[in-house]
T-cell receptor, first 112, second 110 residues
């Protein structure tokens, strides 16, 4: 079974802090994704990566950056957390070209 | 532009009744469509995809290109079907990223 893990289930940070969300997958998938999940808005893509050191902006990249130094790991970085970044963050991975995405359990981030 | 619309945020039906979750999309090419489901306290997972043309947990979905719809149907709802359902699209000619709808929370009443 594909396993996608996220470093934290719950995280509470203060406005202005730098926040790192880590995601690891164990199935050698090329593609990795970061979404945020908000009620009434569905899932919105923040960033995605097709390969190591490659990244592309999704629909809502403002305020976020990513890092992919190893194939299995994809990190989401909030350079200066703000209250409007309070959300559920989901990581996913998949094999190309257009295959099923496997999701992690999510990290619920609260920014105070 | 690719867009997925799920017009119902909430849907409530009684056990044993038919259920239909609506999904409409906009895409100029030939999309690939999916339904994902998230049960309480579980991770989001694939329910079915249109190219498989199979029934999963009694659910089916037919791609209607004329109406640009991909509605999810089940003839007899069960309580364990209560969950959050997301319709999603990949544009075959484009990137490998999914575009999700807003989601529908389905509640099956006993």
């Amino acid at each position: 079974d594909v396993k996608v893990t996220q470093s934290s289930r719950y995280l509470v940070k203060r406005t202005g802090e730098k926040v790192f969300l880590e995601c690891v997958q164990d199935m050698d998938h090329e593609n990795m994704f970061w979404y945020r999940q908000d009620p009434g808005l569905g899932l919105r893509l923040i960033y995605f990566s097709y390969d190591v050191k490659m990244k592309e902006k999704g629909d809502i990249p403002e305020g976020y950056s990513v890092s992919r130094e190893k194939k299995e790991r994809f990190s989401l970085i909030l350079e200066s957390a703000s209250t409007n970044q309070t959300s559920m963050y989901l990581c996913a991975s998949s094999l190309p070209p257009a295959n099923e995405q496997f999701f992690g359990p999510g990290t619920r981030l609260t920014v105070l | 532009a690719q867009r997925v619309t799920q017009p119902e945020k909430l849907l409530s039906v009684f056990k044993g009744a038919p259920v239909e979750l609506k999904c409409n999309y906009s895409y100029s090419g030939s999309p690939e469509l999916f339904w994902y489901v998230q049960y309480s306290r579980q991770r989001l997972q694939l329910l079915l995809r249109h190219i498989s043309r199979e029934s999963i947990k009694g659910f089916t979905a037919d791609l209607n290109k004329g109406e640009t719809s991909f509605h999810l149907k089940k003839p007899f709802a069960q309580e364990e079907d209560s969950a959050m359902y997301y319709c999603a699209l990949i544009g075959i000619q484009g990137a490998q990223k999914l575009v999700f709808g807003q989601g529908t929370r389905l509640t099956i009443n006993p």
